[in-house]
C-alpha cells in the first residue's frame, strides 16, 4: 500500500502526521508504525499521529510512540496536530478535539503559536528527591545541577524501568532552575527510549512541579527544551491546577509518500 503522509515538529518533537478520516489506515500494525517512525530506514519521528473524524468534535487524535504502541497524550504532538488540520482546512482558528485523556481546545494566533489546554491536574506527589503527577502522561520531575552535561538517557532509563513505577514506567524530566519563570528541561520519553528535543506533557509536568515546590511565584512559566521554547500557564485553586494551557510553535516540514507491502 502506498501512504501519504505529513511530517511535523514543534519544538524539535517530531511527528509523522496522517489524514486517517477515510479509516484506510492499518491501526494495528505496530510494526509498520514503528518503520514509519524509524530514522534510519522509514520517515523517522518520535511518534506517530492520526487525525480521524469525530461525531462531536472538530476531530479525533490517536497518537503512538514510535515503538509502534498506542500511547498516552502528547503534548505537542495535539499542538501539530492542531497546525495539521488546519492545512488539511479542517478548522481555522481555533478548535475543539478529542484525544485519549479527553477534550482539548486550541487556538492558533497570528504569529503561528499554538496554545492547548491540557487536562486539569488534582493530584501531585511530592518526594524527597522528585515530583510525579499526570499531565495526560505520567511525568516524574527531578532537579539536578549541571544540566547541559548530565548523562539523560542512562539516568532517564535507570528512573523509567526502575522499581518506582513499575512496568508500565515513566516519562523522566530533569530541571534545571536558570530565574524565578525560567527553567531549563531535558526529557528521556518512555516509548521513544531516549532523550527527546521537546515533550509538552513533560514542559506542563515541570510548570506545575515547580510552582508545586515553590520554585516559582508566577502562574506562567517559560521552559527551554533542547529544541527551543515553551509557555505553560495555569490557575491554581486549593491545589488543583485548572485552564492549563502549552503554547508554542508547530511547524510543518514536508509530505511525502511511502510504499508498505502488506
Known amino acids: ?113 499554538i496554545s492547548l489546554q491540557m487536562k486539569d491536574v488534582d493530584e501531585v506527589k511530592i518526594n524527597s528527591a522528585y515530583v510525579f503527577l499526570d499531565t495526560g502522561s505520567p511525568h516524574h520531575v527531578e532537579l539536578v545541577s549541571d544540566l547541559e552535561h548530565y548523562n539523560i538517557k542512562e539516568e532517564g532509563a535507570k528512573i523509567r524501568y526502575g522499581a518506582i513505577y513499575g512496568t508500565s514506567g515513566s516519562n523522566v524530566n530533569f530541571v534545571e532552575q536558570i530565574s524565578d519563570t525560567i527553567f531549563a528541561v531535558r526529557t528521556y520519553e518512555r516509548g521513544v527510549e531516549d532523550e527527546t528535543l ?14 508545586v515546590l515553590g520554585k516559582t511565584n508566577s502562574n506562567a512559566v517559560q521552559l527551554n527544551v533542547e529544541g527551543g521554547k515553551l509557555e505553560v500557564t495555569f490557575e491554581e485553586n486549593q491545589g488543583i491546577f485548572m485552564q492549563v494551557f502549552l503554547k508554542g510553535p508547530a511547524n510543518y516540514v514536508f509530505k511525502g509518500t511511502i510504499s508498505w507491502a502488506l
Not at 198 to 211: D, E, L, R, W, Y
Request: proline content about 1%; some cysteine.
Open 198 to 211: 521537546s515533550c509538552g506533557t513533560g514542559a506542563t509536568a515541570v510548570a506545575i512541579a515547580m510552582k
Open 1 to 113: 500500500m502506498e501512504i501519504a503522509f505529513y511530517k511535523y515538529q514543534g519544538t524539535g518533537n517530531d511527528f509523522v502526521m496522517i489524514d486517517n478520516r477515510s479509516d484506510f489506515f492499518p491501526k494495528s500494525n505496530t510494526k509498520l508504525i514503528a518503520h514509519l517512525c524509524d530514522r534510519r530506514f522509514g520517515i523517522g519521528a518520535d511518534g506517530l499521529i492520526l487525525l480521524e473524524n469525530d461525531s462531536n468534535t472538530d476531530f479525533r487524535m490517536v497518537y503512538y510512540n514510535s515503538d509502534g504502541n498506542q500511547s498516552s497524550m502528547c503534548g505537542n504532538g495535539g499542538r501539530c496536530l492542531v497546525a495539521f488540520a488546519k492545512k488539511l482546512n479542517v478548522i481555522q482558528n481555533q478548535t475543539t478535539f478529542i484525544a485519549t485523556d479527553g477534550l482539548h481546545n486550541a487556538t492558533i494566533s497570528e504569529e503561528g503559536i
